[in-house]
């Protein structure tokens, strides 16, 4: 037969565990960065997140480091789908360079959670003629044309050969590749769908990581 003891011991431990879960759910997501949230397990800090989640917050905006040491601007996270979308770099005026061209382009980790997503299109620009190779669309009808003519950074890659691709699970989805004597320059578009008018684009790279439970 239970003794009111045996039954207030079980009850109070359940009690302190309960309350130690709810205590320990604010630790384990980081503080806002700006207007950001930082949802987990994305990790600004070793006080919080999973630290393989790493972004950065500077001067109140995320940033998304590359292993090559190029900081990207983080525009949007999505942490019911596990992505968030980085701002493409810029395109240095008059060269129709990358600011991360001497780093290879786009690099992510492989060991790392973070892969790139399959809705992204990518713009190449200021390519060599090795690209006809590749299975790209580098014709007239290409949409870095009108990148080309319509967008400040694009004009000075003008009448240089350009391609655009959609970044498909056939690729490798942890690169997008610089190098001078192939292509120096890049764009990108997310969920970009052939035919939409050119003031629709939303330019980003979008990343997607491996979901993971805080518990």
């Known amino acids: 037969m239970y003794t009111l003891k045996m039954i207030t011991i079980p009850l109070f431990l359940l009690i302190t ?3 130690s879960l709810i205590h320990a759910n604010p630790l ?7 207007d ?19 972004i950065y917050c500077n001067n109140h ?13 983080i525009l949007k996270i999505d942490p019911n789908a596990n992505k968030l979308i980085i701002k493409p770099p810029i395109i240095h005026k008059n060269t129709c360079y990358s600011s991360d061209l001497f780093n290879g ?6 060991n790392l ?19 006809l190779q590749s299975p790209l669309n580098c014709s007239s009808n290409s949409i870095c044309r009108e990148f080309e003519e319509k967008v400040e ?58 979901s993971v439970s805080p518990y």
């Open 17 to 19: 565990s309960l309350g």
């Open 28 to 34: 384990t997501t980081c503080p806002n960065c700006g």
């Open 36 to 54: 950001f949230e930082v949802p987990y397990p994305l990790s600004t800090n070793d006080n919080c997140g999973d630290k393989r989640y790493k």
């Open 61 to 73: 905006t995320l940033k998304f480091l590359s292993p090559t040491g190029t900081y990207y601007n």
């Open 105 to 110: 382009g786009l690099v992510l980790d492989e």
């Open 113 to 131: 959670p973070f892969n790139i997503s399959t809705l992204n299109t990518v713009m190449l620009l200021n390519c060599s003629s090795n690209i």
């Open 153 to 210: 950074e694009g004009k000075g890659c003008m009448n240089t050969l350009c391609c655009h691709y959609l970044k498909d699970s056939a690729m490798n989805s942890h690169k997008i590749r610089l190098r001078v004597g192939s292509c120096t320059a890049y764009s990108c578009l997310v969920n970009f769908k052939p035919g939409d008018p050119f003031e629709t684009w939303s330019y980003g790279i979008e990343l997607q990581w491996v």
